[in-house]
């Protein structure tokens, strides 16, 4: 049985940093791209960025360069999101994601967690 699960989640202040983790379990870590999503009420699930299994290749999206780091430790089969200067706009559920292709779209990956909220107040 595959399962991810995020953690990390909480309530920041504007400008501060938190780093959100996902364990996976039930499939070949090494093997699978991983990725970060993030959804809030109303809005379509939208993507954060994603590193390949070979962890050559980071993708991002706009709003994340430069603030966002994502990175993998094979050792632990967990996938790090690193957020920084966090904004009241990125209060979202963050979910990550599994698959052996990577995609834009959320509907292109296999796998997800159950999502962690990331509050940040003004």
């Known amino acids: 049985q595959v399962q991810l699960v995020e953690s990390g989640g909480g309530l920041v202040q504007t400008g501060e940093s938190l780093r959100l983790s996902c364990v996976v379990s039930?499939?070949?870590?090494?093997?699978?791209?991983m990725a970060w999503f993030r959804q809030t009420p109303g809005k379509e699930r939208e993507s954060v960025g994603f590193?390949?299994?070979?962890?050559?290749?980071?993708n991002y999206a706009r709003f994340a360069e430069g603030r966002f780091t994502i990175s993998r430790d094979k050792a632990r089969n967990t996938m790090y999101l690193q957020m920084t200067h966090l904004r009241p706009e990125d209060t979202a559920i963050y979910y990550c994601?599994?698959?052996?292709?990577?995609?834009?779209?959320?509907?292109?990956?296999?796998?997800w967690g159950q999502g962690t909220q990331v509050t940040v107040s003004s």
């Open positions: 039930g499939l070949s870590f090494s093997d699978y791209n």
């Open positions: 994601a599994a698959a052996k292709n990577t995609a834009q779209h959320f509907s292109g990956w296999e796998y």
């Open positions: 590193i390949s299994y070979t962890e050559i290749t980071h």
